[in-house]
């Protein structure tokens, strides 16, 4: 009844941002992603009659008032099999928490992977990706590898609202991203937060949702002919118009520092001296750059020339979440 889980995050090209249904985590519109080879979780669970609470320790901590997202989390999986023994889940990221890395989104992908091989279910990709979506919505893009589509659906209860690969890992091993850090603090405004004022209180989410699926077609048809250019301008204005929904919300919710303004106004200065690269935001001030391996090295050290930039990862697209045998405890 132990079980260990291996999931990296993913960042998306088109981002999602509003939910239908809050208890389902039902997503408003489909979103593309990347899994990021190298941002890792790993996760140990073991349902034990041992145990006599629940207990939750993430990187090397022992979470007391935090622990209840994921005793809810395990409390859904008892659920599910039936279950009645406690559980003990020992969490380690090897990036951020909490500063719109999309911890959750790997956090809660290996959760549910760990958990339900612990809890004795066997699930397919698109079992684990619905799984995964009721830790958090993103987290269901983190199940499958490369490039990866999180289906809106159109059921009630869900079923239909997955993810899935556009692509293997290897279709584009060229394509990266940079993920700079310019602060490791956690944000004020949660996403689950901040997409649902924003989806009740900006005047401009309406325009959001009409552009999207656009958005959608060209990133798609991009990453399946490899199309750099096209994927990053419309990622980067996905991203744009994502914010300016957050920015125009009551009251408003604006996740930038003045180091994420120097990354972006460099990022669009070095393309117009012909160094192509794009940039993307999530939840967070942290900034996303895409470039293409040529580039890579050129621009990972104007990035750390910045001033407010204290650290840059870089990714390539990567694998799913997996089950490995090296368990935490
Ligand atoms: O899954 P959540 O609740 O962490 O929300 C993720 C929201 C964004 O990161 C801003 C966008 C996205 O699609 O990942």
Known sequence: MKATAIANANIALVKYW??????????????????????????????????REDSVTINDEELTKEKDAVTAYLDFIRQKTGIKSKAKMVSSSNFPMAAGLASSASGFAALALAASK???????????????????????????????????????????????????????????????????????????????????????????????????????AGIRKKDFSSVGLVAEQNCLKMHATMITTKPAIIYWKPATMEIINSVLSWRNEGVECYFTIDAGPNVKVMCLGMNEKEIRKRLEMLDGVKKTIVCKPGEGAHITQDHLF
């Open 18 to 51: 509003g939910k239908r249904d809050s208890e389902l985590i039902l997503p408003m519109n489909s979103s593309i992603s990347m899994t990021c080879g190298g941002l890792t979780t790993t996760t140990t669970v073991e349902f034990s009659e041992k145990f």
């Open 118 to 220: 612990a809890a004795g279910l066997k699930l397919d990709e698109r079992e684990l990706s619905i799984l995964a979506r009721r830790g958090s919505g993103s987290a269901s893009r983190s199940i499958p590898e490369g490039f990866v589509e999180w289906h809106r659906g159109k059921k009630e209860d869900g079923l239909d609202s997955f993810a899935e690969s556009i692509v293997e890992a290897n279709h584009w091993p060229e394509f990266r991203m940079i993920t700079t850090i310019v602060t490791e603090s956690k944000k004020k405004t949660s996403s689950r937060a901040g997409m649902s004022q924003t989806v009740k209180t900006s005047p401009y989410y309406e325009g959001w949702l009409k552009t999207v699926e656009a958005d959608l077609d060209t990133v798609r």
